[in-house]
């Protein structure tokens, strides 16, 4: 018997109750995905495909985020999901900065400015674009833009959470003359339908990286893993040789 079945029937189950229910919260973020009372009653292989409040949501990301924002700070990300990653950046960068985010998925385009309005964002935009190769996007790209690297490589600070175009990326930065100061790369395995379509490489990352002329200063694992538990997670904070 597939293990998650439970939390299949549970989705499908509960879905016309959604959106009476309340906005959840991850990471301290609002976002346009509802959760109802049974969410937080229910054991987490139960609800698991569904969105409840999540205290750690993207922790380490936002975390490898904190070490290199500041005041004033330009910042750049590479994928979008709901949206929390730009918030708490938007956050950090205060009202002198601003963020831009390039989101493929026409679903997380939507769900993501939505959660700029819930959370009164007036210093971020997300931009329904595809950056480096289309690996796996969550939804469907309709006529999301293409943007070349080197469109997006002029900010202070760029967080790519790619879901496997991170290889295409690095390798891009290789060859722009002024890349951004510092990264923050997100890496793991990608799965398409439960298979395994994008390897875990750290390695291939590493040098990437160094190629680039970046050096890790930081590394972050996430002990949830990606992919539902599936799969080890980790997050690279870098600095380039020039800073």
Not at 35 to 42: A, G, N, Q, R, S
Not at 72 to 83: A, K, P, R, Y
């Amino acid at each position: 018997m597939n293990a998650d079945i439970p939390a299949i029937i549970y989705q499908q189950l509960t879905a016309p109750f959604r959106p009476s229910g309340r906005n959840a919260t991850l990471n301290g973020v609002r976002v346009e995905s509802k959760t109802i009372w049974t969410d937080e009653v229910l054991p987490d292989a139960v609800t698991k495909f569904v969105v409840n409040d999540e205290p750690a949501y993207e922790y380490q990301y936002v975390r490898g985020l904190s070490d290199v924002c500041s005041a004033g700070s330009e910042v750049t990300l590479i994928g979008g999901g709901e949206g929390v990653s730009t918030v708490s950046a938007a956050e950090m960068v205060g009202p002198d900065g601003f963020v831009t985010t390039y989101e493929g998925g026409e679903d997380q385009v939507r769900a993501g400015r939505r959660t700029l309005q819930l959370n009164d964002v007036q210093n971020a935009q997300i931009r329904h674009a595809v950056v480096g190769d289309d690996v796996s996007l969550r939804s469907n790209k309709g006529n999301a833009d293409v943007v070349p690297v080197s469109d997006v490589a002029e900010s202070d600070v760029l967080g790519i959470d790619a879901d496997g175009a991170e290889f295409s990326i690095l390798r891009s930065l290789a060859g722009i003359g002024q890349p951004p100061e510092r990264l923050v790369v997100e890496h793991h395995a990608v799965r398409n339908d439960g298979e395994v379509v994008v390897e875990f490489d750290r390695d291939e990352v590493v040098s990437l990286l160094e190629t680039a002329g970046y050096e890790v200063t930081k590394e972050y694992c996430d002990a949830r893993g990606a992919n539902y538990g599936k799969d080890a997670e980790i997050i690279l904070v870098c600095e380039h040789n020039t800073v």
